[in-house]
């Protein structure tokens, strides 16, 4: 009889076998998963499946089993479950070879590659985050993207720089959550940084403008992850969110320090351009992090983050740690 097992863990007694079944499937289990669905007969695992925030993954059933309805069993009880936990248009990433699949299981084509799908259960979902954003006709539009976790003078240092540039100037906050930096602290720390900046608006991302849990490379094999990851946010980015926004030109910190951020500053200088985008890398200010903010933070050295951060942000932080460090 068929069993399908819902557990926040993969049990000890199935760990192997789950290993297996994702290793056979060219996915890995990259962790963060929030429930995780087995579907097992006779002691076989047959099939699983997990959801992590707002994103469907790791997928896999027995090569045995397929043609069996499994992978739609286990799609549909992790919709539940995300529906469950108030996120009613979960996202899904695959390789493309699955996408037929997943569109008939009810999830619809947002964006793609050639190694990389990512579908949303939500039919007009990029349509709707792109009509909810500010459009101008006229003049050059930049953009700029960042976690600012915290909003630091660097990222002050390259919207100014970006802005003077343009004629109006888009800032996408990333939206994902983590760290001691709420969202919705972030995006209000950035509006009121650049506020003496007409050009400049500020606009969370959404699900849309992403980072790095948002397109887990988790199914594919590891020295091509890191450059579909970031093919598909270009790609999303460049076919179509630019040219709904008319932007025309993306503007990047120039990054020494992290190879993953380096990485993907290349890969946006080879793909927007083809895509009538441009791309200009600005020098950053030396010395200055959110990643030195955040240790300095965790160190209870609040007051050597002044000469880091605006003093919007100083406040902020004198107000929520200034009587102790914050949690990682």
Known sequence: MRELLLCKAVPPRWGTAYATLLAEGGLRDEGHADITALLTE????LGCGSLGGKVIRQVAVSPNAEGQDICARIVSALVQESVKRGVLYPFLFTKPQNARLFRSLGFYLVAETA???MLCR???????FLASLPRWQEGVIGCVVCHAN???RGHLHLIATASAQCDH?????????GGPFPAADRLSLVREGTAHLPNVTICSGGDFIVSRST??????????SEDARCDLDLT?????IAPALHITRRFVGEEPFSPTTAAYNRRMKEILPTYGVSVTEIPRLENISATAVRRLLAEGRLADIQPLVPETTYAYCQHHFGGHPPRP
């Open 42 to 45: 006779g002691g076989i695992l």
């Open 122 to 128: 939500q039919r007009d979902a990029l349509v709707r």
């Open 115 to 117: 190694d990389m799908v």
């Open 150 to 152: 915290p909003f630091t």
């Open 236 to 240: 999303l980015f460049a076919r179509h």
């Open 169 to 177: 100037m888009l800032v996408f906050v990333v939206a994902e959550e």
């Open 215 to 224: 397109f887990p490379a988790y199914f594919l094999r590891d020295e091509k």
